[in-house]
């Protein structure tokens, strides 16, 4: 029997983390829930929804909350990964899955293989730029660099060192997936872009996603 757990962190997402839960339960044998020091009540309320929850004191960036819950994921067979608000669709998780069972060791949700006119300009541009370079680096054509929608083989996690900070780990982890020979997929995912708000920084994190992917490739 094929084990599987996702793990989402979640930064002051209350509104949305318990329908993300709830939708992700029945597509996984646990979900994981990593709190980032929130300031509303997002802990309480994945507990209640039924998800094995980790608080963290302070806010630490969507990476460190990631590697958190990536740590607790020892002995699964495929290990996915989305976002708490809402921004991806828990019922696609199979076909991420699929990628994997299919002998792909990380199976990327991209977002631009179906309608991704909802998309913001802004993010929509800083996507066609990280996608040319992370294609570039990483020797074959990622669409969608930035998606936090994705599976792993449960095997290579631990492998991960994902040396990054905040949004920067999306790309770190498929320039470092690609360096270690592991085969990389994506497939069609929706783009969904609703009323929750992002805890981007643009310059300040585009700076960092730079930063960190300089920092990678000089090692
Ligand atoms: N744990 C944690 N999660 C975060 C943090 N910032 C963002 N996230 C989560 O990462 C996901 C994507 O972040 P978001 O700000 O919506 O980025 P965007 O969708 O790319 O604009 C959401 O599920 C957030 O809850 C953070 O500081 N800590
Ligand atoms: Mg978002």
Redesign the pocket.
């Given at each position: 029997m094929m084990k599987s757990a996702a793990v989402?962190?979640?930064?002051?997402?209350s509104k949305t983390i318990g329908e993300v839960v709830r939708r992700t339960l029945p597509m996984v044998d646990q979900v994981i829930v990593?709190?980032?020091g929130s300031q509303d009540n997002t802990a309480e309320v994945a507990r209640e929804s039924g998800a094995l929850t980790i608080t963290?004191e302070e806010?630490?960036?969507?990476a460190?909350?990631?590697r958190v819950g990536l740590r607790r994921c020892e002995g699964f067979d495929v290990v996915v990964t989305l976002?708490?608000?809402l921004?991806h669709c828990p019922e696609e998780i199979p076909a991420l899955i699929e990628g994997v069972m299919d002998g792909a060791q990380l199976c990327i949700g991209s977002r631009f293989f179906n309608d991704h006119s909802s998309m913001p300009f802004g993010?929509r541009f800083s996507n066609r730029v990280a996608s040319w370079i992370i294609s570039l680096l990483a020797g074959q054509r990622i669409t969608d660099p930035?998606s936090?929608f994705r599976a792993l083989d449960g095997r290579i996690v631990p492998e991960l060192e994902l040396r990054a900070e905040?949004?920067a780990i999306e790309h770190v982890m498929i320039l470092e997936a690609a360096r270690k020979g592991f085969t990389i997929k994506e497939v069609p995912i929706s783009c969904i872009y609703g009323s929750?708000?992002?805890?981007?920084r643009v310059l300040q994190d585009t700076c960092r996603v730079v930063y960190d992917i300089l920092r990678f490739i000089s090692r």
């Open positions: 989402i962190p979640g930064y002051n997402v990593v709190d980032d963290l806010n630490t960036g969507k460190n909350a990631t976002d708490g608000d921004q993010s930035q936090g905040r949004y929750e708000q992002s805890n981007v």
